[in-house]
């Protein structure tokens, strides 16, 4: 039925714009976004096809829908928005929210906590974002490293692995990663600066999501400190940000 998904998407495109002023006050505040009309084409299709919710009595305006659609299909604007596929739910709250966690350790105890977060990627779900850090939080991209947890979670659970290309080298990927990942925990362990987010050190899967923000926003500097795990970014998202 790829046809029909064709037919009602060149439908969206003749039917629907971003407005100009709004999308030129968003290339300002977020200079990172490439792609041009390509790009607008696709927020346009993602506005249509993914339902965007407020919590906590937050108002999600036309400007909030566009900035978090437009961060959302940077990573696939090579890809194409089936990417994105099985899924429909955006919600966004007006800061972090709370969430109940539960885990059963070695010994089958049962460990209850509440963890405070600005996003989160379900598995067949909505991605849930904080508004306050989508806009305020010059410190991370959070719409882009709940995105990328979605192309985590393609070939299953998200483990820095995503579902790579014909072509791609599944060995190149993981020698690469692994060899950032093991330097990045390093560096933190002896308190020394590791650029990225220090939550990166969390698992493979935070790893992949946080060095994908900077691949977008400071790819420069990206390729700089890590130019394997950049090169291996660069043929997964079809992109060379770093390039002119």
């Not at 965007?52 to 696939?76: K, N, S, W, Y």
């Not at 460990?111 to 508004?131: I, K, M, N, R, T």
Request: one cysteine or more; hydrophobic letters at 45%.
């Amino acid at each position: 039925m790829g046809w029909l998904t064709d037919w009602r998407r060149r439908r969206v495109l003749e039917k629907h714009q971003v407005d100009d002023a709004l999308w030129t006050e968003l290339l300002q505040k977020m200079p990172f976004l490439r792609g041009g009309q390509r790009l607008k084409d696709l927020v346009i299709l993602f506005l249509a096809e993914k339902e965007f919710a407020g919590a906590h009595d937050i108002e999600v305006t036309d400007a909030m829908r566009v900035a978090i659609a437009a961060q959302a299909c940077l990573p696939v604007l090579e890809l194409g928005l089936d990417w994105y596929r099985g899924w429909h739910g955006v919600v966004v709250y007006p800061g972090d929210f709370r969430v109940h966690r539960e885990e059963v350790d070695e010994h089958g105890v049962t460990h209850e906590w509440e963890d405070e977060l600005a996003g989160e990627a379900f598995p067949g779900g909505p991605v849930v974002l904080s508004w306050d850090a989508a806009a305020h939080d010059p410190a991370m991209n959070v719409v882009i490293h709940e995105f990328a947890h979605k192309l985590d979670m393609l070939n299953g659970a998200p483990d820095g692995l995503p579902p790579l290309h014909p072509g791609m080298d599944r060995r190149a990927w993981a020698a690469a990663f692994a060899a950032a990942y093991r330097g990045f925990c390093d560096a933190l362990d002896r308190g020394r600066d590791t650029w990225l987010d220090p939550y990166a050190a969390e698992n493979a899967s935070e790893f992949f999501a946080v060095v994908s923000e900077a691949f977008f926003t400071e790819a420069a500097e990206t390729r700089r400190r890590y130019p394997d795990v950049y090169d291996q970014l660069r043929l997964f998202y079809r992109q060379d940000p770093a390039s002119p």
